[in-house]
Every structure is written in structure tokens, then in C-alpha cells.
């Protein structure tokens, strides 16, 4: 129900008669896609619209985070990358890492 004053009659009536019997239970099993990678007009976008903070306070915590080894922050405008590119190569660089180098491995 979206009506607020519906819901709130339900609610007195639930309250009022102290007993309820559930007649069916219905159960939907909810995904999440994973977040795209942000460059960083997007991320700016966000972070004064959703933080509420201007873009250059923004990427500056990023930027600290990125330093500290908390996020990965690629200073890059695009998502798009060369059909060359050789990702196994840059993945394996990754391997010897302690904190990352096992999930590379298993790639």
C-alpha cells in the first residue's frame, strides 16, 4: 500500500484486534547489478548531489582513500578501453599483491 492514511487504518485495526492470522507469505528474490566504474565527471556529479559537497572536496577524499590503498581511483574520462589492451597482463601484475594478490590469482 502507498497511501499513507490507508496504511494507517490497517495498522489501528492490527493494533485493535491484538490477534492476526497470516494467510500467505510471498517471498521475491531482489538482485543488484554491480556499480559501473565512474570516471571522474560522473563521480563528481555524484558526490556534490548525493553527499551534498562540492566536486573538489569530493575527489580530494577520494584521492586520499586511493593513496591509503582503500579504493581503486583511476583518474580516467572514459569506461572504454582498447580491444589491445592486454587485461591478463595487467591481472597478473596484480598476483604478488598481500592484499589483492589472491583474488588476481583466482582470475
Not at 551534498?52 to 583511476?74: C, F, T, W
Request: with cysteine; aromatic share 10%.
Amino acid at each position: 500500500l502507498f497511501d499513507r492514511f490507508c496504511c494507517f487504518i490497517l495498522y489501528e485495526m492490527c493494533v485493535q484486534a491484538r490477534v492476526g492470522v497470516i494467510t500467505s507469505v510471498q517471498v521475491k528474490p531482489k538482485s543488484r547489478w554491480r556499480p559501473v566504474p565512474l570516471n571522474t565527471i560522473e563521480f563528481s556529479k555524484l558526490v556534490t548531489l548525493k553527499l551534498r559537497m562540492s566536486a573538489q572536496h569530493g575527489l580530494s577524499i577520494a584521492e586520499q582513500l586511493y593513496q591509503k590503498g582503500v579504493i581503486s581511483y583511476p583518474r580516467t574520462e572514459t569506461n572504454a578501453y582498447s580491444e589491445t589492451m592486454d587485461v591478463r597482463g595487467l591481472v597478473a601484475m596484480q598476483q604478488t599483491h598481500s592484499v589483492w594478490g589472491p583474488y588476481a590469482r583466482a582470475l
